[in-house]
Nanobody, 123 residues
């Protein structure tokens, strides 16, 4: 499967932004789609993941209650809705797909990656 993330930009603290992750090609054995982020000089950080069907999701504690992952079946696209954004949410955001297991949070659990999209939250 090929993934393409988009929707990044500049937003003020407290604002909202929605990222998209469009999939193309064969699904193969992928069961989950995840979002990760990476700030300069830091390790890639798990944000949240959702089942391929979009039925269930789980999140990192740092974004729980503010971020929501969803899927548009018709468009084969997953979304990361980010609300109440904070300056510390500034990162390059990546979507990834993998076989995974429920609760998987490590980058190695996801074998297909899209290019990143930059989100900058100003204070």
């Amino acid at each position: 499967v090929q993934l393409q993330a988009s929707g990044g930009g500049l937003v003020q603290a407290g604002g909202s932004l929605r990222l998209s992750c469009a999939a193309s090609g064969r699904r193969f054995s992928n069961n989950y789609v995840a979002w990760f982020r990476q700030a300069p000089g830091k390790e890639r950080e798990f944000v949240g993941a959702i089942t391929w069907s979009g039925s269930s999701a789980y999140y990192a504690d740092s974004v729980k209650g503010r971020f929501t992952i969803s899927r548009d079946n018709a468009k084969n696209t997953w979304y990361l809705q980010m609300n109440s954004l904070k300056p510390e949410d500034t990162s390059v955001y990546y979507c990834a797909a993998g076989r995974g297991n429920w609760g998987a949070r490590a980058p190695v659990d996801f074998g297909s990656w899209g290019q990143g999209t930059l989100v900058t939250v100003s204070s």
